[in-house]
């Protein structure tokens, strides 16, 4: 089971992983944490692995979550790091393997977190994964690879292991109370869409097993390719679960995190969206509910718009963390009930709505169409979005949008970003009644089949995505980020951007992306005298945006998406939403770059060569490419070159043997004239055959007017 690439361009080349040369100076590569889970509001020891060539984890010396109710600091080996060779000192020792002693507040939220962990000589690190959890963790004990060597455990409990080889069937055995209801379910491949290099993923499948084998009860996929088994046991005694990767595949980094409860446990909560402030009454489905079919939930008056975990509360216990859609829009139920199962008009049974709103059901019956009705006035410009795969729904939605005759004027089913949820964007063409129907696209059905669908009016935004999430900077040396602006609903106002968060000693450029330009880069500078240091940052983009006809304006700030890079099988670049981004002050780079003149001018239809000198760290012996965008196999994933300006060549690269190269750039004839426009040129250092680390000098464009245009 491959991860979902969002935002990623895949190339495919069929070329071995880690084949280019390498670089002295990498990242460290987390591809594992054993155990995965920690329990909450207590202190626990976990081992964070590495996999690959240059995945080095040698010093590691500070350790950083996403969260503030996790902190961890870094164990040393036992008998110390292993000596650097006083002959060959910019030869570090690998070091595949660390232990981090995780301290976790008693309020932590449950599920998983991000981390990553600085190291001096190769900065910080890709993205790491831990869950954090309810219960005491009970880790596997080998061999339980077949049912003689079963691990005896007591229920409820969890339980964290390895799919480490093909032949790893890993066998539990427990005991049970005749009547008693038992809910397994396994965090595994959840686990691993943020891991660069991980380039195969487990599909675990849970078996439920009598003591001598026999197969009773069975899951594979239920939270994408992780698996939920819930079973009455009829009568008493001992059981066996197994678990293994349904194509019988292993991986030392195949790690899980088990759940075995007899709690209350909720896999449908209707409506599935809520206001901040309010206390709602939500109808739940699940296993170890009881005789409650419906519990209430005072909403924090502070929680933004978007998904909230959050568990529920029942009479024998607290529930699993549900997800839930935060929105400012009133909400309404409507029951499933209400729809007609199926007809051959689009409209029929439409239940009427006023927009803006949210309206929350789920799917019934087979094949069910759950259509709204609502009115729009010409020119009026509208959003419609689901939130289901996105909340833990089984629900693939499919949106449609009607005319008052029925015929289809919109469609969707996956909309970019948002997995299996559906978006529509839409513009009235006239007065009148419109339909909007929603349907399951596979047919599923059932109240573990549920969504909540918003209708907004499209007013000016923007949003902002970051490329890429780490950078590794020397003191005296410089970086690059680049600032993707995805501009909506005609919004085309300049964008403030800034970095928060900088450790002492590292600054970032300012940057002002003005009309008419989608992306810009920010170089992070670390002063001569910078200390070690590592921190996690928030980029942010702030803008004046109108409000109304009346032309008032409000001031909008937004966080930029940090993206990490993935290794996509064949070498491909692919990029996928994170919640960290992060720097770190580093030993010696392998290079810096300096520009002979910073400050460039081009005239309209011209030329402008930028002569480019790199110093190399006496060790660093490689070819080095120069480019000003992100270049990946030509495939141009950022490009903050203004409009009309462009590279000649897509391939300047600096012999090992040689310091000195040439960037030449072209405006086009009409191009658009821009001031002091900041871009940096990168020199690029291949750690694998998809990262690269690139060092980076500013410079200043200037495109001048054509004759007779002003500035």
Partial sequence: ???????????????PPFTQARAQTS????????????????TSDVTVNSDAEGGNLYGAYKVMFD????????????????????????KIPQVKSVTMRVTVAADAPLGLHEFRIATPHFGISTVGQLYVARHPIVVQQV????????????????????????????????????????????????????????????????????PDGVEIAENDDYYGPDSLLAYRFEKSGDYLLKVRDVNYGGNPHWVFHLIITTAPYVIAVTPCAVTAGQTVT???????????????????????????????????????????????????????SAFQNNSDSPLAGAKPITVPCCVCSWIASANQLQPFTFHATKGENWSFETAAERLDSRMDTLLRLFDAKGNKIAENDDAPG??????????????????????????????????????????PDF????????????????TAWFVLLDRKNGFNGPVTISVQGLPPGVSASPLTIPPGIGQGVILLSADSNAKQDAALLNVVGTAQIPTGPSGQMETVTRQAQDQTEIYIPG????????????????????????????????????????????QRRPDYKQPVTLDLRVNHLGAIYTDPLPPGVHIESDAVTIPADQNKGVITIKADANAPPISNWPLAVMANVSINFVMKVWYAAPIFLTVEPKNGMKK
């Fill in 67 to 90: 969260d503030p109710h996790l902190s961890a600091q870094i164990v040393p080996p036992e008998k110390g790091w292993p000596p650097i060779d006083p002959k060959n000192p910019e």
């Fill in 463 to 478: 949003s902002l995505r970051l490329d890429p999430d780490r950078a590794m900077i020397a003191p005296g040396n410089r």
């Fill in 27 to 42: 990242f460290p590569m987390i591809f594992s944490t054993f155990p995965l889970a920690v329990e909450r509001g207590k």
């Fill in 418 to 459: 948002l997995g299996t949820d559906s978006h529509i964007d839409w513009t009235a063409p006239a007065d009148g009644d419109y339909t909007i129907q929603v349907s399951d696209r596979t047919g599923q059905y059932g109240a573990n089949c549920y969504y909540a669908l918003t209708i907004v009016p499209n007013k």
């Fill in 143 to 210: 061999p339980n690879y077949d049912i003689e060597h079963a691990q005896r455990i007591e229920i409820p409990c969890d339980v964290d292991g390895v799919i480490n080889s093909p032949t790893a069937f890993q066998f539990y055995r427990f005991h049970v109370n005749a009547g008693q209801q038992v809910v397994f379910t396994i965090l595994c491949a959840r686990a691993e869409n943020k891991i660069h290099g991980l380039q195969d993923h487990a599909d675990p499948i849970l078996t439920l097993c009598t």
């Fill in 1 to 15: 089971m491959k991860r979902i690439v969002l935002y990623g361009l895949i190339v495919l080349l069929f070329l």
């Fill in 571 to 614: 070498g491909g670049r692919g990029l996928y939403p994170v919640d960290t981004a992060g720097v770190a002050i580093t030993d010696p780079n392998d290079l810096t770059v300096t520009v002979a003149n910073p400050n460039i001018t081009l005239q309209p239809g011209g030329t402008a060569k930028i002569e480019v000198t790199i």
């Fill in 282 to 336: 939500l109808h739940v489905e699940g296993y170890n509910l009881g005789d409650t079919k419906t519990v209430t939930l005072s909403v924090p008056s502070n929680l933004p718009d978007g998904i909230w975990n959050t568990p529920l509360s029942f009479p024998n216990g607290e529930s699993n963390p549900v997800k839930l859609l935060v929105t400012h829009l009133p909400v309404t139920a409507v029951d499933a």
